[in-house]
């Protein structure tokens, strides 16, 4: 009973904070020397901006870029997948967590750099050397990362999220809007990386099994089968060329 009226407080609050940012924002463009937001015509029906707002632009889109990351790459799923294999092996924090992200991150970039490459030369490079206008170099930036999501995103999960969102059925995948298709995707990437993880923790489990019968069947019950099990799974790990194979199947696993 007494949640409405404090989520309609929160949202009060919110709203005047806003209220009083906005109002705030052309006295301390003012006050510190910085020129007032201008949009001018650019003739037929084009527009263009002051510099002012492209710098407000750009430090927005930077702050956003950790979460581009997240929702828009392939980062999701190759960091879950190699936080299940490290539980599965059974050591706790080797490799560390920053050696995860960093190797997630760097082959996100190998995996993500056809998608790059595009993006800079039809979108980005044009726009740099003046040869397109910010509205079309955006446009055309969304088409690779649109191509890169839809391939790897299930249709079921676009359904679900339209379903939700109380919207028309599409005939063409990319009349999906960007709010419907990021979640899709995300759902999509976990679900596919809880798939790699569970294909890749049985053969760990088997040999966590073998060793605990063992034990049994030699009456070393009070000894825990974690302390013979994992040099035997790094051993082996090792032996098979684990870390080549995981990097070359997650690499392969994404559809281009």
């Known amino acids: 009973m007494l949640r409405k009226p404090i989520t309609k407080k929160i949202l009060y609050v919110i709203l005047a904070l806003l209220l009083v940012a906005l109002a705030s924002l052309p006295m301390m ?38 979460s581009m990351l997240l929702m828009m790459t392939s980062f999701v799923r190759i960091i879950i997948v190699l936080s299940i294999l490290r539980q599965a092996i059974g050591t706790a924090q080797t490799p560390p967590n920053t050696v995860l992200v960093g190797l997630a991150l760097f082959l996100t970039f190998f995996i993500m750099s056809p998608v790059f490459e595009t993006v800079y030369k039809e979108a980005i490079g044009p726009y740099m050397n003046g040869n397109l206008d910010f509205d079309k170099a955006l446009i055309k930036a969304e088409v690779p990362v649109r191509d890169f999501m839809t391939k790897q995103t299930r249709e079921d999960d676009i359904a679900m999220f339209m379903q939700i969102s109380n919207r028309r059925e599409l005939t063409d995948a990319t009349q999906v809007p960007f709010t419907t298709l990021m979640p899709a995707f995300i759902t999509s990437e976990i679900k596919s990386a809880f798939t790699i993880g569970f294909l890749i923790y049985i053969p760990f489990v088997v040999i966590d099994l073998i060793v605990a019968s063992v034990l049994m069947s030699m009456g070393m019950m009070m000894l825990s089968p974690m302390i013979i099990s994992m040099p035997i799974k790094l051993m082996l790990f090792v032996l098979i060329d684990g870390w080549t194979l995981l990097m070359a199947s997650l690499a392969n696993s994404f559809v281009f």
């Open 29 to 66: 463009a003012h006050a510190q020397g910085i020129p007032l937001v201008n949009v001018t015509g650019a003739g037929k029906g084009g527009q263009q901006y002051s510099m002012s707002l492209q710098l407000l632009g750009l430090m927005t889109t930077l702050t956003l870029l950790p």
